[in-house]
């Protein structure tokens, strides 16, 4: 599930100005929809790939994100499986979540382990528009490092930011968000394109 980590999202629209209030609201949160603007900074790159897209989450490991910029690019899990398929290509990649080894990944877009379990809140910065909250893993995870989490005066999300080990950096811009819907019957649901091309590991 390596993938996953091209995509840093969120699935609290409200950050609350104290942690505790953080973790108490997380637990209220049951589906979320964001629409995002996603940078990724690579070191051996000089300017960032930047996408565009709406996510959706549901407790239990469900999530479907619809990338629209550069490139239509689907990503969707039904909480025990999800695929990644590509229209342009007309491929399906298609693999188990249980090969996921980041409890990190469980806690940020799996939504299935507590976050406060995952994470540590490590320091704070005020700036004009509002706060930076700073986290790190607390239990070992191979790829990630440090969570900054953008907040407005109001305590508003307004971006994040994830640096992982490999100097990868990816900065997400909340455009729209929405929580607590009620999902459409196929919204989480894998179904390979029939004119798809189905690769497994």
Excluded: C, H
């Amino acid at each position: 599930m390596k993938f996953l980590l091209l995509f840093f999202l969120w699935f609290f629209p409200v950050f609350s100005q104290t942690f505790e209030e953080f973790q108490r609201r997380l637990e209220e949160i049951r589906t979320l929809k964001v629409a995002f603007l996603q940078r990724v900074q690579y070191p051996w790159q000089s300017k960032p790939e930047v996408s565009k897209g709406v996510f959706y989450a549901q407790k239990g490991g469900r999530f479907r994100v619809e990338y629209e910029q550069p490139e239509r690019t689907l990503i969707v899990s039904d909480g025990y499986q999800v695929m990644v398929y590509s229209p342009r290509d007309k491929t399906a990649y298609v693999e188990r979540l249980e090969k996921n080894s980041s409890p990190v990944v469980e806690a940020l877009f799996l939504i299935s382990r507590p976050f406060s379990e995952v994470f540590e809140l490590i320091g704070e910065m005020e700036n004009p528009k509002g706060k930076v909250f700073i986290f790190k893993p607390k239990v070992k995870d191979d790829y990630f490092l440090r969570l900054f989490v953008e907040t407005s005066q109001r305590g508003d999300i307004r971006s994040l930011k994830v640096e992982e080990r490999e100097g990868i950096v990816t900065t997400i811009e909340f455009l729209n968000v929405s929580s607590n819907f009620t999902p459409s019957e196929g919204l989480f649901r894998v179904r390979v394109p029939e004119e798809a091309k189905v690769i497994r590991p």
